[in-house]
T-cell receptor, first 112, second 117 residues
Framework: NAGVTQTPKFRILKIGQSMTLQCTQD?????MYWYRQDPGMGLKLIYY???????DKGEVPNGYNVSRSTTEDFPLRLELAAPSQTSVYFC???????????FGPGTRLTVT | QKEVEQNSGPLSVPEGAIASLNCTYS??????FFWYRQYSGKSPELIMS????GDKEDGRFTAQLNKASQYVSLLIRDSQPSDSATYLC?????????????????FGQGTILTVHP
């Protein structure tokens, strides 16, 4: 049972480039989340989804987009990367509303 | 006032001592409370969840919830150097007027704990 997996582990982007961070969970969880964590800071919610086809913005959605076509996958798209998007990105999933969230290993992104 | 606030660190305790981590939250209607441990360079790992007032024990960890006072704490007994990490408190916070929550959790900024031999 792999839980929540994320790819890639590391990535360096140039300003203005785009990329997709992949997130997959094999626990059949309906709820999925994307967070970013800046050094010494807590987690900020970017986007979340309550099921296939349903997504909504979190605290810091600007510069990002998501889609949820299946229960398992919740990719995060960065368009026109900016240095302010340098961060560690975590995907998480939960089986129930307000339930325990389980995190993937993270993607460390640097934009230069 | 921050929605979820943790006691500022870093916190340093000797091996074998009790480490006490505190968290206050702003929403009287909050129902779900979690403690996560995060080692440097790793992802958050769930260590405790608590939903009702009182204490919940799991091994060396005890979570304490007081909804009337709006705080949740984590006690680590017989602290070990391997407990050295950042501890994150997470709470479901009701959205502001017109918003939706859909199970979102709000995380505190974390408390760095160091257990020295």
């Amino acid at each position: 049972n792999a839980g929540v997996t994320q790819t890639p582990k590391f990535r360096i982007l140039k300003i203005g480039q785009s990329m997709t961070l992949q997130c997959t969970q094999d626990m059949n969880h309906n709820y999925m989340y994307w967070y970013r964590q800046d050094p010494g800071m807590g987690l900020k919610l970017i986007y979340y989804s309550v099921g296939a086809g349903i997504t909504d913005k979190g605290e810091v959605p600007n510069g990002y987009n998501v889609s949820r076509s299946t229960t398992e996958d919740f990719p995060l798209r960065l368009e026109l990367a900016a240095p302010s998007q340098t961060s560690v990105y975590f995907c998480a999933s939960s089986s129930v509303r307000f339930g325990e969230q389980y995190f993937g290993p993270g993607t460390r992104l640097t934009v230069t | 006032q921050k929605e979820v606030e943790q006691n500022s660190g870093p916190l340093s305790v000797p091996e074998g001592a009790i480490a006490s981590l505190n968290c206050t939250y702003s929403d009287r209607g909050s129902q779900s409370f979690f403690w996560y441990r995060q080692y440097s360079g790793k992802s958050p790992e769930l260590i405790m969840s608590i939903y009702s007032n009182g204490d919940k024990e799991d091994g060396r960890f005890t979570a304490q919830l007081n909804k009337a006072s709006q705080y949740v704490s984590l006690l680590i007994r017989d602290s070990q150097p391997s407990d050295s990490a950042t501890y994150l408190c997470a709470v479901n916070i009701a959205p502001r007027a017109g918003g939706t929550s859909y199970g979102k959790l709000t995380f505190g900024q974390g408390t760095i704990l160091t257990v020295h031999p």
